[in-house]
Structures are given as structure tokens and as C-alpha cells.
């Protein structure tokens, strides 16, 4: 055969399509020519996009890419970021206005409006400055998610400082790893932090970590937990500070200074799955000019009216971009809950949209078919009425997923916007707009207004429509990642080698168009499966069999097999009214997805297994399945979410049939 293989197959086809109803297009932000004015001139585009925030200097230049792969946008412009996401609401007459309800696990709440947001941040930059941090040093900041998060990272970007946020549930090493990395001055962590009921330490995790550790000078510690932890916060005198006796006295006057447009704003490292993490890079002005953009036209978010809920982590990118940065720039009143979705029951969060009237609710596929599995009986027991839009990131939403997330959580009629974009995009590029795009469930669609995304085979030539490739960027964009903190080289080989020729930036991600050149993500093309010359995507396989009316999640991993080259190994967790039917309900669910998708993808062996593998932000390590699924010792399970799970896998497989 002369013909050249795919680069990944097109199997999977879903034909349903939920258009916005006439109503809502009707009072949506974006409309339909947002994408013509864009294409007609995009760097006029972002300078009106940029326009949504209050600049103290304004840009002489849009884009700056000579020095391609590093981009500079807004050229000359200087701005404050904390002003822009806290004073100016304050100015404008919203300082009443409530900025964050925050809910702790226990039960005890908190709303601060805009006016003592303003008060909290100066008081903490205050603080900091007081401590001796300057404009371009690090701040290392583990904490969960409470308010004091939120103040601290402000606070850095007030006196231009860069935070480093580590995920709360990160090891000492992991810390230890990040500390030094980006040779950290300050550590802000808590006492504490309250997770599944109970209250466990979280200075002793820092303490552990910071022994010898000579960049830090300080460790602020918020007080959380207090006497509900065992025994006494170890302390470390002459480097430990309480957090309520360094701020709380600090003058609530502070004087935000303009930064450059490209002055560095923050560093978030990116677990990857090899090797050790990247530091990735983010700056200013562009940063928060695509973040307000996006949090505005596709969450549709109306200031002073939508109650917003963005279930992420700040230890995650979607916790800087859609809880800090975008949506507090955009005067958003915003839902923060610290604890897990299922203390003390499995309706919390169900139970927090009805309590708050939350419009806007925005989360994982990974949670969402955690709900599945609980079951619909659940939300059916709390008015959800108030949602009027959905969102889904961090994962290819399967299609069944995506009407259950609709149906059963939207009422069957809000719109569900898929946004498909990475820590290194810094803010969302392809996902629809919920007033203009008629929805195809699982597809993230198009890139947005102002972003360039295309699809590509192994020498870079764009597909066409029906063909699957590599998803490339290949137009610079405002939020783009400026670097890998002191490695340039990494940061060149990582994302600008593959296509290098054509000067795109290389996502890591498996793609296809569909028959109207809509975008379908398709999973990292590391995961791809090669059965018998055949690229198949891990998503369109997992996306069938989650299609089974018995099946809630589901993870495919490609085998060494003799004669296929791979064979498809599935692991299945059953929904909750489920039972398990042994051989004949595995036949069955093989049977499934040869239907949905053709023979070639027919599972070689599916699994019943009680749990996946998944990394503390909800992705599922493949790489620890394939270890079962060829029968090899099992590797590197630190950066688990629950180490007990592997356990659990393996137990339950030597109890449960194969085929
Ligand atoms: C990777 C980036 C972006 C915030 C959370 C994750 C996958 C993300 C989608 C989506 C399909 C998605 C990709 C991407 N991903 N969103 N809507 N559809 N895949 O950030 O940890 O940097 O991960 O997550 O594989 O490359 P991240």
C-alpha cells in the first residue's frame, strides 16, 4: 500500500447538535461576528480586548513577535494586575458588591466583598513589602483553597512579585523540588486544612520540606485548623510568622505600582509525567487580557448578576485563570468551597448552587462522571434552577457525559461550553460560544475569536475535514506561556521543535475534524494506540464505552500484543445502579463498542475495576494501567491523587474475571 497511515483515525461519529436557544443568543455577550471582526484584523481584535482593563500607560505596539518563540504583547503598556481585579470595582461604585462567598469543609462561610478585597490585599502587600519582597522575587505559596489563597497571590502581583502556587496535597519533595527551582524567598502556607471531615497538618508537610532549603527567609502561616489539629504547630522561630500577626496590623493603604505589560506575573509548574517539572511562565497584560476575554464571552458572565462557581484548585492553571485573574477582573461575585464534593454528603455541591443561586458553574469531566456514578437521584434533590451555563475542562468530555452534565444538571437546556486549553495557553482557546455555537456534545469546536488552532499530519500540512492529526497553534496569542523558568532550551524543544519549520506551536494533543472542520480532541499523543496500523485514539474508545448505559468511567490503554502490534485494554467502573454481570456484560460491553466504532476497536480484554488511577488534578495515568495491562511491576505512583488505588485494582482483578 502506497497510501501514508493517519495520523490518528477517525472513528467515532456523533451526530447530535444542541443549538443556544433564541432566547439566550439573545442576551449573549459574544455574537456571531465576533469571529469575522477578529479574523478581519486580530491584533485591532486584541487591542480592543485589552481595552477591558484599565491601563496606566497604554501599549505603543500589540504584538511583538520577532524574537518568535518569544512573544511580547501590549508593548509599552503598563498596568497593575491587583488594580485591575480589585480597586477598580471598588472605584467604579461595587465595593459593596460581594466578591467571593467562600465556604469552608466544616460549614463555616465567609463573604468579602470588593471593598474589603481591597482592604485584605493591601494589608498582605503590605505585609510582604514589610518582609523585604520586591518586584521579581518569588513567592512560594501552598495552601488550600481559602480566601488567604486568593489575598496572597493578589497581593504578590500588586507589588509585582511572582507567586508559585504548589498544590495543597503535594509531598515535601514535590515542594522541596519547586522551592528550588525558582529559589523562593517567602513560603505562605497554613496550620492546617480541613480534608474529608477531618483536620490534617499541613506546616509540618512545609517544614519537612524546607529543612536546608536556603533561599526561603520567611514562612507565613495562616491558621486554619488551630486546635482541631493533634498537638502543637512545630515552629521554627526567627523564620515562622502567623499570618493574622503579620497582616491584620498592616496599614489596609496601598499605593499599586504600574508594571510593564510583560513583567512576570507568575510560575506554575506542570507535573508532566516524565522528568523533572516546568516551571511555566506567564506575564501580565496579555495574561489578563485574554483571561477577563474569555471568562466574559464564553461563561457569558454578566457582572453584579451571575453567581459564578469554578470548582478547580488555585494549585492548578484553571484556579489562576478562572478563579483569581479572569473572573475577578470581570467583577465577578464567585462561589470558593474548600473541601471534597462528597463532605459530608454526596449533594454538597448540589447543595451550594441552590443555596447561592449559582449561574455559572464550571468544572472537570473527571468530577462529572464521579456524579454520574453517585447517580442522578442525587442532584434531583436540590433546585438547580438557577444554572443557565455549564463548563467542562481538563479532559476530552465524553459525549455521554456531556448530555448527562446537560440534562441532568443544565435541566436540559443550558448551554455546555467544553474549553479545551492547557497551563502553558494560559486561558481557554478552542471551546464554543454558548449564545452563537450550536453544540455538538464532546467536541470543543473552534478556536475562539482572536486564536488560531489547526489540525495536522506528521510533516505539518493541515487535514481535512474527517481526518485526525496533531493539534498545533500557529498564531501567537495574549496568554501565551512566555518560557520554562530558566530553561530556555526545554522550553524550545518541548513546544517549538516539532513543527519547527512552520513556526507552530505544538499542543501534545491528538485532534480531528469532523465533517464541518469542527474540532474533536482526542488525548495526549503519547496515548495513542497502534492496533494492527490502525492510530486509535484512547478518548474515542473510552467515549464508547461510557456511551453503555451500565458504564460511568472508563480507561483504555494499548497493550504489547503479538499479532496487532497493540491490543485495547479497557479498565470499566460501573454506575452506581450497575451491577456487575461477569462474562456476559463484558461480552456485551465489547460487542458496544464495535457498534459505535467498528470491530477494529473491539477492547481485546475489559476490566471491572472499583477505581482509576488519576493524578491529583483528575487525569488518569494511563502509564500506570499499561504496567497492568501488561502484567509489569507497577512504577512510579507518587504523584497518585490515592495511592491506595493500584491496590485496589489489582485485588479486584484477581478476584474479578478477565476474558
Ligand atoms: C491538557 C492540559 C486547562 C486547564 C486544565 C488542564 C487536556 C484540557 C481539555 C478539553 C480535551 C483537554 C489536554 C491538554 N485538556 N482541556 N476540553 N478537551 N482535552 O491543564 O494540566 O495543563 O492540561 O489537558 O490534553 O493538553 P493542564
Redesign the pocket.
Known amino acids: 500500500m502506497t497510501e501514508q497511515s493517519p495520523a490518528l483515525d477517525n472513528l467515532l461519529t456523533e451526530s447530535r447538535t444542541f443549538p443556544p436557544s433564541a432566547e439566550f443568543a439573545g442576551q449573549a455577550n459574544a455574537k456571531a461576528e465576533l469571529y469575522a471582526t477578529a479574523d478581519a484584523d486580530r491584533e485591532q481584535f486584541w487591542a480592543e480586548q485589552a481595552e477591558r482593563l484599565s491601563w496606566d500607560t497604554k501599549w505603543s505596539q500589540v504584538l511583538d513577535w520577532t524574537n518568535a518563540p518569544f512573544a511580547k504583547w501590549f508593548v509599552g503598556g503598563k498596568l497593575n494586575v491587583a488594580y485591575n481585579c480589585v480597586d477598580r470595582h471598588v472605584e467604579s461604585g461595587h465595593g459593596d458588591q460581594v466578591a467571593i462567598h467562600w465556604i469552608g469543609e466544616p460549614g463555616d462561610t465567609r463573604d468579602i466583598t470588593y471593598a474589603q478585597l481591597k482592604d485584605e490585599v493591601s494589608k498582605a502587600a503590605n505585609a510582604l513589602t514589610a518582609l523585604g519582597v520586591v518586584a521579581g522575587d518569588i513567592v512560594a505559596i501552598q495552601l488550600q483553597m481559602i480566601p488567604e489563597a486568593i489575598f496572597a497571590m493578589l497581593a504578590c502581583a500588586r507589588i509585582g512579585a511572582l507567586h508559585s502556587v504548589v498544590f495543597g496535597g503535594f509531598s515535601p519533595t514535590a515542594l522541596r523540588a519547586r522551592v528550588d527551582d525558582a529559589a523562593a524567598k517567602i513560603v505562605i502556607t497554613s496550620d492546617g486544612q480541613y480534608r474529608r471531615g477531618k483536620a490534617a497538618p499541613m506546616k509540618a508537610n512545609v517544614d519537612e520540606a524546607l529543612q536546608g532549603a536556603e533561599s526561603v527567609q520567611k514562612v507565613i502561616v495562616v491558621k486554619r485548623t488551630g486546635s482541631d489539629l493533634d498537638g502543637e504547630t512545630p515552629w521554627t522561630d526567627g523564620r515562622d510568622l502567623w499570618w493574622h500577626e503579620l497582616v491584620d496590623g498592616q496599614s489596609a493603604e496601598h499605593q499599586p505600582e504600574a508594571f510593564d505589560s510583560e513583567h512576570p506575573l507568575f510560575i506554575l509548574y506542570?507535573?508532566g509525567t516524565t522528568g523533572k517539572p516546568k516551571g511555566?511562565l506567564h506575564t501580565s497584560g496579555g495574561f489578563l487580557t485574554q483571561t477577563a476575554y474569555t471568562h466574559n464571552v464564553v461563561f457569558d458572565h454578566k457582572p453584579g448578576e451571575d453567581v459564578y462557581w469554578c470548582t478547580?484548585d488555585i494549585g492548578?492553571?484553571?484556579g489562576h485563570?478562572y478563579i483569581v485573574y479572569g473572573p475577578l477582573a470581570n467583577r465577578v461575585t464567585q462561589v470558593v468551597y474548600e473541601g471534597t464534593p462528597n463532605t459530608p454528603h454526596e449533594g454538597r455541591h448540589w447543595e451550594i448552587i441552590q443555596k447561592y443561586q449559582v449561574s455559572i458553574y464550571y468544572t472537570?469531566?473527571t468530577l462529572i462522571r464521579t456524579f454520574m456514578k453517585w447517580g442522578a437521584d442525587i442532584p434531583a434533590r436540590y433546585d438547580l434552577t438557577s444554572l443557565r451555563v455549564l463548563g467542562?475542562?481538563?479532559?476530552?468530555?465524553n459525549p455521554e457525559a456531556w448530555i448527562w452534565y446537560r440534562e441532568t444538571i443544565g435541566a436540559n437546556k443550558t448551554p455546555v461550553v467544553?474549553?479545551?486549553?492547557?497551563?502553558?495557553?494560559g486561558a481557554?482557546m478552542?471551546?464554543p460560544l454558548p449564545g452563537v455555537t450550536s453544540a455538538k456534545p464532546g467536541s470543543?469546536q473552534r478556536a475562539l475569536p482572536g486564536i488560531s488552532a489547526k489540525v495536522v499530519d506528521d510533516t505539518g500540512t493541515e487535514v481535512g475535514h474527517g481526518g485526525g492529526g496533531y493539534?498545533v497553534l500557529d498564531k501567537p496569542w495574549p496568554s501565551m506561556l512566555r518560557g520554562v523558568w530558566g530553561d530556555e532550551e526545554r522550553f524550545r524543544e518541548t513546544y517549538w521543535s516539532r513543527f519547527a519549520d512552520q513556526g507552530y506551536y505544538f499542543?501534545?494533543?491528538g485532534a480531528k475534524y469532523d465533517d464541518d472542520g469542527d474540532i474533536w480532541?482526542?488525548?495526549?499523543v503519547d496515548d495513542v494506540m497502534n492496533v494492527s496500523g490502525h492510530r486509535i485514539s484512547t478518548?474515542e474508545v473510552e467515549s464508547a464505552l461510557v456511551s453503555h448505559p451500565t458504564v460511568a468511567e472508563a480507561a483504555v490503554v494499548g497493550a504489547t500484543d503479538p499479532t496487532t502490534g497493540q491490543g485495547i485494554v479497557a479498565f470499566v467502573i460501573l454506575r452506581g445502579d450497575a451491577v456487575d454481570g461477569g462474562d456476559q456484560a463484558v461480552q456485551d460491553l465489547r460487542n458496544h463498542v464495535a457498534k459505535e466504532i467498528g470491530p477494529i476497536a473491539k477492547p481485546r480484554q475489559i476490566m471491572v475495576v472499583p477505581e482509576l488511577p488519576k493524578?491529583r488534578?483528575g487525569?488518569i495515568m494511563r502509564r500506570l494501567l499499561r504496567d497492568v495491562a501488561e502484567n509489569r511491576a507497577i512504577g512510579d505512583v507518587t504523584t497518585l491523587a490515592d495511592s491506595s488505588v493500584m491496590a485496589l485494582i489489582s485485588t479486584g482483578l484477581q478476584s474479578g474475571k478477565e476474558e
Do not use: C
Request: glycine letters at 8%; zero cysteines.
Open positions: 506542570t507535573s511555566i478547580a492548578w492553571i484553571t485563570s472537570a469531566p467542562s475542562v481538563g479532559e476530552p468530555i467544553d474549553t479545551w486549553w492547557q497551563t502553558e495557553t481557554i478552542i471551546s470543543a493539534l499542543a501534545g494533543d480532541l482526542l488525548g495526549r478518548t493524578t488534578s487525569k
